[in-house]
């Protein structure tokens, strides 16, 4: 394999002989920094005398020290308590001095929500900038006429106004952002559930406004869950309970 080091290229030829994959380091270094060619020999997934500086540990083998120095928490969070109190609640959990959060949800809300700790906080911005999908729950003030309803759904789909409602807790002006899919899962009575694939920023409270305005009604938003943030989905994450489960196996077993 060929790879960059700077300016300089570093050769390596590397003769393998594993028996146990995972047992494989996942990153090495040249030991001097000048152009050589060498060969490793692995013996049961182990380098014997190698010519490297082996970096790192395979990630299922690092400790719960060395994950809280740069790794993230995938939470499920519940309604009531706001992202803060979450995070905060965390960060207190594990004794750590700082925990950061990627995504704002509002109390109400649940689902996807990541905590990042110790170095992994310098991708904070990054995460808060991922797409966001979200299954809503969307309540009409009276029937609503189908057609009606598929066209003003597509009008609120691309690049659209989203201006934050009067409780949210960034500075209320005019900006848009881009909605991806908004499209119907179920409806029962006046209810009906959605799914809003969108840009990070997106406050779905002011799709339910403009919907309402768009059908002659007001719609509430009655329900709201995010199921992924970026790559992460709730398949991934744990709920409080288990979280507080795992610190107190961690701690006392």
């Known amino acids: 394999t060929c790879n960059s080091f700077g300016s300089r290229i570093l050769s390596v030829k590397v003769k393998v002989e594993v028996s146990e994959k995972s047992q494989v380091p996942f990153l090495v270094i040249p030991s001097n920094s000048n152009l050589f060619t060498t060969s490793l020999n692995f013996t049961f997934g182990r380098i014997v005398n190698p010519p490297f500086a ?98 003003a759904m597509r009008q609120l789909t691309g690049r659209v106004y989203n201006v934050p409602p009067e409780v949210s807790a960034v500075k209320v002006q005019v900006r848009t952002r881009k909605i991806f899919a908004f499209e119907e899962m179920d409806r029962s009575g006046n209810d009906m559930i959605a799914r809003v694939h969108c840009e990070a920023g997106t406050y779905i409270r002011t799709m339910a406004r403009d919907l309402g305005l768009l059908l002659n009604m007001k719609v509430q938003l009655k329900e709201l869950r995010r199921d992924t943030s970026g790559v992460f989905t709730l398949d991934d994450c744990v709920t409080l309970q288990e979280l507080a489960d795992a610190v107190w196996l961690w701690k006392e077993c």
């Open 54 to 151: 082996i970096v790192g540990t395979a990630p299922d083998d690092r400790t719960v020290e060395q994950r809280l120095a740069g790794g993230f928490i995938l939470l499920d969070k519940p309604a009531g308590p706001t992202s803060h109190q979450v995070a905060a609640w965390a960060r207190d959990l594990f004794g750590l001095e700082r925990l950061g959060h990627g995504g704002t949800l509002d109390p109400f809300a649940t689902g996807v929500l990541p905590l990042m700790a110790g170095k992994a906080m310098k991708v904070t911005k990054k995460i808060l900038n991922h797409k966001k999908s979200y299954i809503c729950v969307f309540r009409f003030a009276s029937e609503v006429d189908e057609e009606a309803l598929k066209v």
